[in-house]
């Protein structure tokens, strides 16, 4: 199955990479929607239309984006035999941490659609920055291997 695996190295980088940009695109909109959702009435027929939104960018793009991630990371982790690497560790805790954060904004978006959204502003604008943090983070350890 390695085998298999590194003969295709090019094919699952590519397509991890991709992955992780559509699942990062979605990552730091989801909450920017959230910022300005805040503001709307509840009921009002833009915070209905926001609702879709949200649900729509996070079941068409931001799950499946995550899945595929987690797919061809674990096919590239397998093809490369990366599992001893403390470098690799570190990197696979902190994706953890952003799936933590992806079930953190599936939840605040099924609040919004109950219309029982108890944060405001101020917060999805804080919490914004996380995946950010986290990309910055894992990048540098998958480039530079430090460890």
């Known amino acids: 199955m ?16 991709i ?6 695109a979605g990552m730091f909109y989801l909450p920017r929607l959230f910022v300005y959702h805040c503001r709307l009435k ?24 995550m899945m595929l991630t987690w797919v061809f990371g674990i ?20 994706v953890v941490i952003m799936s933590g954060f992806h079930g953190s904004l599936s939840k ?12 405001n502003e101020k917060f999805f604008r804080l919490v914004n920055e996380i995946p950010t943090v986290l990309m910055i983070a894992i990048v540098f350890l998958v480039i530079m291997k430090p460890f």
């Open 75 to 94: 096919c590239l982790a397998v093809g490369q035999d990366v599992w001893g690497d403390h470098w690799f560790h570190a990197k696979l805790l902190l």
């Open 2 to 17: 390695i085998a298999f695996l590194s003969e295709y190295y090019y094919w699952f980088l590519s397509l991890h990479i």
């Open 19 to 24: 992955s992780v940009i559509s699942w990062m």
């Open 42 to 65: 509840v009921g009002s027929d833009a915070s209905e239309m926001f609702k879709e939104m949200e649900r729509k960018l996070i079941r068409m793009i931001i799950n499946p984006a």
């Open 108 to 119: 605040w978006r099924r609040q919004f659609d109950q219309d029982k959204n108890t944060h």
